[in-house]
């Protein structure tokens, strides 16, 4: 998706929308032949701020661990990418992982990857970033009020 694209359909306040991102992923050198893939969807909000978020009630926040605001708080830009700020809604996540175009289990995609990117926390929050070339909106927005 284009960054503008984007910021028009999300832009303008807090707001939810169903979100569908795809990645690829490296996987460890023993399988580096494989070609591995993550397609997630979830309903995400859009347009808080992290440090307004319930998980960080009396805890300081600070700047960005990296890139910086390109299009504050929808857009950070690192290394000339742009990527989008989402928050996940808890019990929304949902993952098809890929092995050469084939569907297998979690378990078995985890199977080609080193331990380190097997074993990979919650985020704070939900709060990721998504490249934005990887996000496609799939639900209608809807606004909070």
């Known amino acids: 998706m284009q960054t503008t694209e984007y910021l028009a359909s999300v832009n303008g306040g807090i707001g ?3 979100v569908e991102w795809q990645t690829t992923v490296k996987p460890a050198a023993a399988h580096r032949a494989r070609t591995l893939r993550k397609v997630t969807t979830a309903m995400v909000m ?12 009396d ?7 990296w890139g910086e605001w390109s299009d504050y ?8 990418t742009d990527y989008a700020r989402l928050y ?11 092995v050469d175009g084939e569907v297998v289990t979690r378990d078995d995609f985890n199977a080609y990857l080193t331990p380190s990117q097997a074993n990979v926390k919650r985020p704070n929050g939900g709060t990721i970033t998504v490249k934005m070339e990887n996000v ?3 639900g209608e927005p809807r606004a909070v009020a």
């Open 59 to 65: 805890v300081e926040t600070g700047a960005l661990p």
């Open 88 to 98: 996940t809604i808890d019990g929304t996540i949902r993952s098809i992982y890929l």
């Open 136 to 138: 496609r909106l799939v």
């Open 46 to 57: 859009t347009g808080a701020e992290y440090r307004n978020l319930g998980v960080n009630k």
């Open 73 to 80: 708080p929808f857009i950070v830009t690192h290394k000339g």
């Open 16 to 18: 939810h929308f169903g």
